[in-house]
């Protein structure tokens, strides 16, 4: 039972490059999340999707774009790579219910210099 | 629109001593309220969620919380604190009508031999 998976675990990018988060999910849950996590201010949500061809911003969306075109996979995509991205990435995933957790991936750190 | 706050970034405690992490939510509508630990260099894992009916909730690893709606609080407790409990802990809120997660900023459980 893999659950949500996240790849790379682990990325370097120079500023100004271009990259694509991977998320996949195995569970069939509708909604899922990009979130990232910086020192001191928790989990910021950057986009979301509550089903195929559905996207929709969060909190924190600039430099960030995404896509859902199945249930199964939900990436994210940095178009050019800024300092300010350094972060760890989670990836979550949740059913249609509100009373129901959000299964997250292991998490991406990447580093832009 | 609702929030999660949770007072004191780091605490620390000695093994074997109360764990004690508070969280306080602002919600408009009854919430769904959870309770997240993450190890290090890991994911989130659920430690334990309120969703309806009895509002002391238990949870893995000897934990439990109490949902206390006149005081909008859901704090997170453990009588006897073990070494493997330091991580990071986080709150969340989830209401009827979000598709998403609201998390605290977290606190840093510290166990001292």
């Known amino acids: 039972n893999a659950g949500v998976t996240q790849t790379p675990k682990f990325q370097v990018l120079k500023t100004g490059q271009s990259m694509t988060l991977q998320c996949a999910q195995d569970m069939n849950h509708e909604y899922m999340s990009w979130y990232r996590q910086d020192p001191g201010m928790g989990l910021r949500l950057i986009h979301y999707s509550v089903g195929a061809g559905i996207t929709d911003q969060g909190e924190v969306p600039n430099g960030y774009n995404v896509s859902r075109s199945t249930t199964e996979d939900f990436p994210l995509r940095l178009l050019s790579a800024a300092p300010s991205q350094t972060s760890v990435y989670f990836c979550a995933s949740r059913d249609g219910q509100m009373n129901t957790e959000a299964f997250f991936g292991q998490g991406t750190r990447l580093t832009v210099v | 629109a609702q929030s999660v706050t949770q007072l004191g970034s780091h605490v620390s405690v000695s093994e074997g001593a109360l764990v004690l992490l508070r969280c306080n939510y602002s919600?408009?509508?009854?919430?769904?309220l959870f309770w997240y630990v993450q190890y290090p260099n890991q994911g989130l894992q659920l430690l334990l969620k309120?969703?309806?009916?009895?509002?002391l909730v238990k949870g893995i690893n000897g934990f439990e919380a109490e949902f206390k709606k006149s005081e909008t609080s859901f704090h997170l407790t453990k009588p006897s604190a073990h070494m493997s409990d330091a991580a990071e802990y986080f709150c969340?809120?989830?209401?009827?009508?979000?598709?998403?997660?609201?998390f605290g900023t977290g606190t840093r459980l510290t166990v001292i031999p």
């Open positions: 309120y969703t309806t009916g009895a509002t």
């Open positions: 919600s408009s509508v009854p919430p769904y």
């Open positions: 969340a809120v989830s209401v009827t009508g979000a598709n998403n997660l609201f």
